[in-house]
């Protein structure tokens, strides 16, 4: 776990150095989040947590922030990543979600869960961290729902809610009125 840290530090840091450090929507977390506003490639994740250290977390449309959507063979795979910077650090979110191939929100929406046991049409895992004056935090999303509201070829939206854990110390933390929207390059 401890490689999973440093990684995601480094890549929190390296993002940092390369792109503007503009201070992303402090609005507090959740809602409902659009893809119509996003810039290509760029995505928003919001959302509210029960811990103390790791507050809120809104980044929406920031340069540090990515949009892609793969395809493969058999499956089709969304990664939204934002990072959230001020004053008290950094914040980071990444959201992967694999899915049957050529899926789409035509027929309704999609949904999944974090477990283990998802379905078969989806697969989402979520990691978020913290790296602040007093040390570095990193959950692992363990239970709790994803629902895809819209998806095309070009943007992507939903919800999310669930169970986090810190493999390192086994601190767990309850993540509500979560929300996503992307558009791909």
Do not use: R, W
Not at 21 to 38: A, N
Not at 72 to 97: C, M, P, R
Not at 100 to 106: C, E, L
Not at 132 to 145: A, L, V, W
Request: net charge neutral; charged share 10%.
């Amino acid at each position: 776990m401890n490689t999973k840290i440093i990684s995601l530090v480094a890549a929190a840091s390296l993002m940092l150095l390369t792109a503007s450090c503009k201070k992303s929507d402090d609005g507090g977390g959740g809602g409902s989040l659009s893809s119509s506003g996003l810039t290509a490639g760029k995505c928003g994740i919001a959302f509210n947590t029960s811990s103390s250290g790791f507050g809120n977390f809104s980044s929406v449309n920031q340069q540090t922030s990515s949009a892609v959507f793969s395809s493969g063979a058999s499956k089709d795979q969304i990664t939204l990543t934002a990072i959230e910077t001020g004053t008290g650090g950094v914040k980071t979110a990444t959201l992967t979600i694999i899915i049957t191939k050529g899926a789409s929100t035509s027929g309704g929406s999609i949904s999944g869960n974090f477990s283990s046991s998802s379905s078969s049409s989806m697969n989402p895992t979520m990691q978020i961290g913290a790296t602040t004056m007093s040390g570095t935090e990193s959950y692992m999303s363990k239970s709790g729902d994803v629902t895809i509201t819209k998806l095309t070829s070009t943007e992507v939206e939903g919800t999310f809610s669930g169970s986090f854990e810190n493999d390192n110390n086994h601190t767990s933390t309850t993540v509500t009125s979560g929300s996503f929207a992307g558009k791909f390059q």
